[in-house]
């Protein structure tokens, strides 16, 4: 049984590859317990895992309100991908999930707004996006 369901936890995963690896998503915390899935990095509340059953990195943010459920960032197959985006979410996102209880529809779209303007600061992409209250953050008013 066990088998099965990692099975289909393979299939899902490698789909959602061909789908849009930056795709916000909720995912259950317990996947990332072991299984062929290896912690790699963490900063912050982001986190860098490799998983070897289907050679992707993916990057969470642990939502401490939610102790079983994590925002999955994305999901990429290359390994380059993974080690130029994490850094950037790793600085740029901590005004966000230190000052709103972030979700998946509303982290997608600082995601995207990080993703297709990478040179802009946390500030930027608070304006862009509407998330005007991230600007009181510490770490933007430095």
Sequence with gaps: ?????????????????????????DVPLSDYGGGGKVLLKTEGRI?????????SWDCLLMIPETPN??????????????????PQYALKLRP??????????????????LRSHPD????????ETGLRECLKHNYVQR
Aim: aromatic share 12%.
């Design 96 to 113: 966000f999930y230190e000052t709103l209880p972030l979700k998946a529809e509303s982290a997608q779209p600082i995601v995207d707004c």
């Design 120 to 127: 802009w600061s946390s500030a930027h992409i608070a304006v």
């Design 1 to 25: 049984m066990q088998f099965l369901g990692r099975l289909l936890d393979t299939v899902s995963s490698v789909s959602t590859l061909f789908t849009n690896p930056y795709r916000v998503r």
């Design 69 to 86: 459920m994590t925002l999955r960032l994305f999901q990429v197959g290359s390994e380059e991908d993974a080690m130029n985006w994490f």
């Design 47 to 55: 986190v860098l895992y490799k998983n070897t059953q289907c050679q």
